[in-house]
């Protein structure tokens, strides 16, 4: 009976002492499991909380940081800008700009391609690029402290000398106020690299230091153009086309050129008046089958190969006038049918030779800031011909419904002009 009662004290002593320190055991672990989460929490979350106050601190890459090795394997640089007469816009649908050139040509001197991306604003364009999008900022940043631990600024000396440059050449052009250029306060600007890219960084500044001297011919508009089209011997693609110094041929016998005849049949497929289509290809190119402008237009109509190339028509053949003029009209009938919504037909005109000058895109641009200042958007006159302006300035080119930027508008303002006064001067002398 002893031995059964010891027995029982044994194991109750022994399930009582093993269920104690099961309990404590399993506190152990609770309150381990429970500090790992909160550790975990911190890493994860703590930081992003403490930096929420400053739009940029918090922006942190999520991709692998790319450097130059990754750029020359991937064959392609990504440029990021912002439209701007110095730094990238389009015209004719073919791509212009200083900075813009300068990067396409340090693209080529790593051996790479250059892509652009167009931000609208600069602070879009920092905050994606120090996510990790993009490779170069190719545009005159202004250089901030705040951002001297994020960024690599490159070229401080020859981008602030060389858009300095190009600010005085301009302004002395213009009429000049009181206020002298030399008085105002001086900006410094830069490009930028990640500061994860130092290799990147270090080779764009040894191509500065390399190449500043050479600013001027790589942004030359004939330095571009031949290297655009180095597919091409002939010698046609860099003369400058000069214009007669007459627009009429034969005025007794109403003949405007020796491309009458040519003319008279094409202005049928874009339903236009000959004499109009006349004096838009002596606008274009006084009537000269060899002409080739700065930006590569060829032939009597100045079509860019780009353009031509839609109707099926080589560069080669854009010097044969019936060729040349056969494209000009269908890209004409194109601008017509994409300005349907101007149902006043000479309205649409202007609209269709402002296109032909610009771009449609721009001339698009331009109507939608007409109707946002109050302006007829299918009304030319003292309407849209303001807008293209406008867009001159960066106040407006920059707005949120501009999708195409800065454009050369006084060259279009005045293109119009120009064709409407001598369509009349034409159909006063021919029939």
């Not at 994606?128 to 545009?139: I, K, N, P």
């Not at 101007?342 to 296109?355: G, S, T």
């Not at 939608?368 to 302006?389: F, I, T």
């Amino acid at each position: 009976m002893n031995n059964i009662n010891f027995k029982k004290s044994i194991s109750k002593f022994l399930h009582t002492h093993f269920i104690n320190n099961l309990r404590v055991w399993i506190g152990w672990i609770v309150a381990i499991l429970l500090v790992c989460l909160i550790v975990l929490y911190f890493i994860l979350f703590a930081d992003n909380k403490t930096t929420m106050h400053n739009p940029l601190n918090h922006i942190i890459s999520d991709n692998h940081p790319i450097d130059l090795l990754d750029i020359k394997e991937n064959g392609e640089l990504i440029i990021y800008t912002l439209y701007g007469p110095t730094s990238y816009f389009l015209f004719h649908g073919e791509e212009y700009g200083y900075q813009y050139r300068i990067a396409e040509d340090f693209a080529s001197s790593i051996g790479v391609s250059a892509r652009v991306e167009v931000l609208h604003n600069e602070q879009e364009l920092v905050e994606r690029f120090l996510r990790g999008e993009g490779d170069v900022v190719a545009y005159n940043l202004t250089m901030a402290d705040s951002l001297y631990k994020r960024l690599i600024y490159c070229g401080e000396e020859p981008i602030t000398h060389f858009i300095d440059s190009i600010n005085n050449t301009t302004s002395s052009k213009s009429v000049t106020n009181q206020t002298t250029t030399d008085s105002l306060p001086k900006s410094h600007y830069a490009w930028a690299v990640r500061y994860e890219a130092p290799e990147l960084a270090h080779t764009l500044n040894e191509y500065f230091i390399n190449n500043a001297h050479r600013f001027k011919t790589i942004t030359s508009t004939n330095s571009h153009r031949k290297s655009k089209h180095n597919d091409t011997s002939s010698s046609k693609f860099i003369r400058a086309s000069i214009h007669p110094r007459t627009s009429v041929m034969d005025a007794t016998k109403g003949i405007l050129s020796p491309y009458d005849d040519i003319i008279k049949k094409q202005s049928h497929i874009c339903n236009w008046d000959w004499r109009l289509l006349a004096a838009l290809v002596y606008q274009e190119s006084g009537f000269d089958p060899h002409a080739v402008s700065r930006a590569g237009a060829l032939g009597l109509a100045q079509l860019l190969p780009s353009t031509a190339s839609r109707y099926g028509i080589s560069s080669n053949q854009l010097f044969d006038p019936k060729t040349n003029i056969s494209g000009a009209v269908k890209y004409l009938s194109f601008l017509s049918i994409h300005f349907a919504d101007v149902e006043n037909r000479d309205q649409r005109l202007n609209f269709v030779l402002a296109a032909y000058n610009a771009g449609f895109h721009h001339i698009d641009d331009a109507r939608r800031l007409a109707e946002y200042r109050g302006k007829n958007p299918n009304m030319w006159d003292s309407n849209v011909d303001s807008a293209v302006l406008w867009l001159m300035v960066d106040s407006n080119y920059k707005k949120p419904f501009i999708d195409y930027g800065y454009m050369r508008g006084t060259e279009t303002f005045h293109y119009v002009k120009s064709i409407r006064k001598l369509w009349n001067y034409y159909k006063g002398i021919t029939k």
